[in-house]
T-cell receptor, first 109, second 114 residues
Framework: GQNIDQPTEMTATEGAIVQINCTYQ??????LFWYQQHAGEAPTFLSY????GLEEKGRFSSFLSRSKGYSYLLLKELQMKDSASYLC??????????FGKGTRLHILP | EAQVTQNPRYLITVTGKKLTVTCSQN?????MSWYRQDPGLGLRQIYY???????DKGDVPEGYKVSRKEKRNFPLILESPSPNQTSLYFC?????????????FGSGTRLTVV
């Protein structure tokens, strides 16, 4: 069956680094996405991985291991505006995109 | 501007009164989808459509209907709303070429059924 797991909540300090993990078991695999969502707002696209390895985009990086069904999102130089939920999502064989429940990240000054 | 437009943003209605939430995209996307988001449950897919006249059930389709008569529009219909359909709803669209962009989301519709 389908399953995407990520921690419910995490806390980190402004200026620090945080890693949000995601493990998945899905019906086929055609890419993994990370989205950011501020409370009450729509999710916005952060990153996409379809091959194993690390994708870097500014302060954000995302890693994928397809054999392990594992990804992480790395946020560096944390800022207060990074306080949000981070959603891991997998595109399955039929192009359907399913989401994890999200990780709520709290940033402390 | 490329976007997904949902209306209304906020809606309070009474049990049993039929309503429609509209969704329109201007990016010529083939794939459109409706999600509901509830605390602790994340985004759950209601219905999706791979192209015109093609719709499929997602994970929580009960109590909802959709139609895809034109490529740009994908309305969500609640024939007889109930309080357990109180939620935040998102429409989303994407290309079907398995590109890196994933979904573009609408701004959301916060529905309250009393």
């Amino acid at each position: 069956g389908q399953n995407i797991d990520q921690p419910t909540e995490m806390t980190a300090t402004e200026g620090a680094i945080v890693q949000i993990n995601c493990t998945y078991q899905t019906s086929g695999f055609n890419g993994l996405f990370w989205y950011q969502q501020h409370a009450g707002e729509a999710p916005t696209f952060l990153s996409y991985n379809v091959l194993d390895g690390l994708e870097e985009k500014g302060r954000f990086s995302s890693f994928l291991s397809r054999s392990k069904g594992y990804s992480y999102l790395l946020l560096k130089e944390l800022q207060m505006k990074d306080s949000a939920s981070y959603l891991c999502a997998v595109r399955e064989r039929d192009d359907k995109i399913i989401f994890g429940k999200g990780t709520r990240l709290h940033i402390l000054p | 501007e490329a976007q997904v437009t949902q209306n209304p943003r906020y809606l309070i209605t009474v049990t049993g009164k039929k309503l429609t939430v509209t969704c329109s995209q201007n990016m010529n996307h083939e794939y459109m989808s409706w999600y509901r988001q509830d605390p602790g449950l994340g985004l759950r897919q209601i219905y999706y459509s791979m192209n015109v006249e093609v719709t499929d059930k997602g994970d929580v389709p009960e109590g909802y209907k959709v139609s895809r008569k034109e490529k740009r529009n994908f309305p969500l219909i609640l024939e007889s709303p109930s309080p357990n359909q109180t939620s935040l709803y998102f429409c989303a669209s994407s290309l079907r070429d398995r590109g890196k962009d994933g979904y573009t989301f609408g701004s959301g519709t916060r529905l309250t059924v009393v």
